[in-house]
């Protein structure tokens, strides 16, 4: 399982926010101890690190105050990583592409939050076109019905509504121009669960 915006990491970035509001710099590791009430800076180190792996934040090394945020210049939104293309049509080879989106702090999820971009038109039913963001936390599992990512023999990646049959998984498309993929479980891994849309109508953006 992957590293997650728990509650109390949560707290932490929020604090950073406000500290860094009203300060114009970011609270050392002490302060950060000092206000959670916390006597072990090895625990705020980690929170921290994994708000770093969350591409939250950024450290700079060997600085006192080396905290900075990965946040969008518009108010309330963050930085998400875009991790590749995905297929809403036949299974593709899932291909990084290293960058990051602006999405609303309210569309985080629990846990690792990620955005794909859609290539393929077998969701469109779903209101998911092609050329779409789709903003995923990432999960092991998932319910009968949600729109999942799924990864197809370790190697293509798909999206499409998850259904468990008794021998065997149905991934769905929401257009009828498409057929279902019919698996056998061990075939499937689920990436994550789809939470959020982001589409862009601006001629030429991604």
Same mark, same amino acid.
């Given at each position: 399982?992957g590293?997650?915006l728990?509650?109390?990491?949560?707290?932490i970035l /929020?604090y950073?926010?406000k500290?860094t /509001?009203?300060h114009?710099?970011? $609270?050392?590791i002490?302060? !950060?101890?000092?206000? @959670? %009430?916390?006597?072990?800076t090895?625990?705020?180190? +980690?929170?921290?690190?994994?708000?770093e792996?969350?591409g939250? &934040?950024?450290?700079l090394q060997?600085?006192t =105050?080396?905290?900075?945020? +990965?946040t969008?210049? #518009?108010?309330?939104?963050?930085? &998400? $990583?875009?991790?590749? =293309? !995905?297929?809403?049509?036949?299974? &593709?080879?899932?291909i990084? !592409?290293?960058?990051?989106?602006s999405?609303?702090k309210?569309?985080?999820?629990? %846990? *690792?939050? @990620?955005?794909?971009?859609v290539q393929?038109d077998?969701?469109? #039913?779903e209101?998911i @076109?092609?050329?779409?963001?789709i903003?995923?936390?990432? =999960?092991r599992t998932a319910?009968?019905?949600? !729109?999942?990512v799924?990864?197809i023999?370790?190697? %293509?990646a798909?999206?499409? +509504? @998850?259904?468990? #049959?008794?021998?065997?998984v *149905?991934l769905?498309p929401?257009?009828p121009k498409?057929?279902a993929?019919?698996?056998e $479980? /061990? *075939?499937?891994?689920?990436?994550?669960v789809?939470i959020?849309?982001?589409?862009?109508?601006r001629?030429?953006t991604?």
């Open positions: 399982m590293v997650s728990t509650p109390r990491r949560k707290q /929020d950073l926010h500290y /509001d009203e114009g710099y970011a $609270p050392t002490h302060e !950060i101890c000092k206000y @959670f %009430n916390l006597s072990s090895a625990t705020v180190h +980690k929170h921290l690190t994994a708000l792996q969350l939250l &934040i950024d450290r060997h600085r =105050r080396a905290i900075e945020f +990965k969008s210049t #518009e108010e309330g939104s963050l930085q &998400i $990583p875009l991790l590749g =293309r !995905i297929a809403a049509g036949r299974p &593709i080879e899932a990084l !592409i290293q960058e990051t989106v999405v609303p309210d569309m985080l999820g629990r %846990n *690792r939050t @990620f955005a794909l971009k393929g077998s969701m469109i #039913e209101g @076109f092609d050329k779409d963001l903003v995923v936390q990432e =999960r319910d009968n019905g949600e !729109i999942v799924a990864l023999d370790g190697q %293509n798909t999206v499409k +509504k @998850f259904v468990r #049959e008794k021998n065997r *149905r769905q929401a257009n498409h057929s993929l019919l698996l $479980p /061990d *075939r499937i891994q689920i990436q994550g789809v959020g849309l982001l589409r862009y109508y001629t030429g991604f």
